[in-house]
């Protein structure tokens, strides 16, 4: 069975950085895509970034861009995400998801599997 | 972005009973449409891919339809571990995007 959990959060600063992880188990991590996907009560479920298997290609929402980073060291099955210059609208609960393939951005791409996600709250 | 509008935003059942929740796309999507269900505190679970498809370990009492632009998930008859939030995703374009939620709760 997939388990994924995710650490890292907490309160930061406005214009502060965190990084945030996901730790991956019962797969075989570098087989698959993943994706972090935030929710907060006003905006629901948005989706944040992806990185395909291999840790080669990257994808990013508009509102993260340039601020964000997705990583991933598949030999310890670990996905990271690097947050930089954050903002309040950032606040929300971070989740990784992972997709049923080792590419994303394709038809037919689900999230299979989710963790239970972990707290940011960007306030000074 | 593809929006996605799920309805009704809430609603009231009872144990047993056949609940319908709808999902509509700003513009066509093919069958590229998955259900989630989310527990309060708990990590979303998939529930239906492509629109129709049910994830292997969901009960057959979920099933989901749909083509283009309107899809619908249905729970023929309700139980008390299905009590969550149901959100609708898109995976037509990018950004992925998802519906609002449904919220079931305990009549």
């Known amino acids: 069975e997939v388990q994924l959990v995710e650490s890292g959060g907490g309160l930061v600063q406005p214009g502060g950085s965190m990084r945030l992880s996901c730790a991956a188990s019962?797969?075989?991590?570098?087989?698959?895509?993943m994706t972090w996907v935030r929710q907060t009560p006003g905006k629901g479920l948005e989706f944040v970034s992806s990185i395909d298997g291999r840790g080669a290609n990257t994808f990013y929402a508009d509102s993260v861009r340039g601020r964000f980073t997705v990583s991933r060291d598949n030999t310890r099955h670990t996905l990271y995400l690097q947050l930089n210059t954050v903002r309040p609208e950032d606040t929300a609960t971070y989740f990784c998801a992972m997709v049923n393939s080792p590419y994303y951005n394709f038809n037919g791409e689900y999230f299979h599997s989710w963790g239970q996600g972990t707290l940011v709250i960007v306030s000074s | 972005d593809i929006q996605m509008t799920q309805s009704p935003p809430s609603l009231s059942a009872s144990v047993g009973d056949r609940v319908t929740i709808t999902c509509r796309a700003s513009q066509s999507i093919s069958t590229n449409l998955n259900w989630y269900q989310q527990i309060p505190g708990k990590a979303p679970k998939l529930l239906i891919y492509?629109?129709?498809r049910l994830q292997s370990g969901v009960p057959s009492r979920f099933s989901g339809s749909g083509s283009g632009t309107d899809f619908t998930l249905i729970i023929t008859s309700l139980q008390p571990e299905d009590y969550a939030t149901y959100f609708c995703?898109?995976?037509?374009?990018?950004?992925?995007?998802f519906g609002q939620g449904t919220k079931v709760e305990i009549k």
């Open positions: 995703q898109q995976s037509y374009n990018t950004p992925r995007t």
């Open positions: 019962g797969v075989t991590f570098s087989n698959f895509a």
């Open positions: 492509l629109a129709s």
